[in-house]
């Protein structure tokens, strides 16, 4: 089984991929749309979820996004279909590095998903390249509440503190308007519900060939997760203009 494959059902039960619960998905929204009509444009956006939620509360609102994924941007076809949204979703299946567009975005969306970018700063040079005077980004990307152990970072990679995060993203020509650090429940609901998912889905499927490698992976990120980051690692959403237009 690929990659895009564990991916698909870790995220079973947890659409959002990333650890935020659907309140803090819902208000992070509200401050990145504040007339309701605006063109969103999402890099990296997976199955869309970010996207169809916002199509379905503002039915003023435009929305295109960009994944490699062919499958998940076939999953996310077929749920803005079942919303009745999908005549106002352009979905593109390229890099979401390589994407351009001759008109701008009133807000820029990438939530984790830095990594197709190189990390948090080249990201948000991508978002500005596409972003509308007067626009916002809002950006997602972990950060470390405590010094992570050498095998937390070959595992997930290396971040910043919170303030140098912020500190970082303000040097670079931004503001921030509103933010969202995840919760210690959003956190652990996050990592249950993926590695339980791979989980149930092995137990529920034990004749399958792919099975045994699928309960393998859930058993062993579940473990780096409790064993591993559980204690240093965070997660910050943040809605961003740019400071001079």
């Not at 169809?52 to 994924?69: H, K, M």
């Not at 080249?122 to 978002?127: D, I, R, Y």
Request: glycine share 8%.
């Amino acid at each position: 089984m690929n990659r895009e494959q564990i991916s698909a059902l870790s995220h079973a039960d947890h659409p959002i991929k990333a650890p935020l619960g659907d309140d803090s998905v819902r208000r992070l929204l509200e401050h990145g749309l504040p007339r309701g009509d605006e063109r969103v444009l999402d890099l990296g956006c997976g199955s869309a979820e970010w996207l169809l939620r916002a199509l379905a509360t503002y039915p003023r609102l435009r929305a295109e996004g960009v994944d490699i994924s062919e499958g998940s941007l076939t999953q996310a076809r077929q749920a803005a279909t079942s919303l009745g949204v999908q005549e106002r979703l352009v979905l593109h299946h390229r890099e979401a590095a390589d994407f351009s567009s001759p008109q701008p975005f009133d807000l820029v969306l990438s939530v984790g998903a830095t990594h197709a970018f190189g990390g948090l700063l080249p990201t948000l040079a991508a978002a500005r390249r596409h972003l509308a005077p007067g626009g916002r980004v809002l950006i997602g990307d972990g950060f470390w509440e405590r010094e992570p152990t050498p095998e937390t970072i070959e595992i997930l990679g290396d971040f910043a503190d919170l303030a140098t995060t912020v500190d970082r993203v303000v040097a670079d020509g931004w503001t921030p308007v509103q933010g969202h650090v995840s919760t210690r429940s959003e956190l652990d609901d996050y990592e249950w519900a993926c590695w339980g998912s791979l989980a149930a889905w092995a137990l529920d499927n034990p004749t399958d060939p792919d099975s045994p490698q699928v309960l393998e992976t859930a058993t062993t990120r579940r473990s780096e997760w409790l064993h591993g980051y559980r204690d240093s690692f965070g997660f910050v959403c943040l809605v961003l203009r740019r400071t001079s237009d």
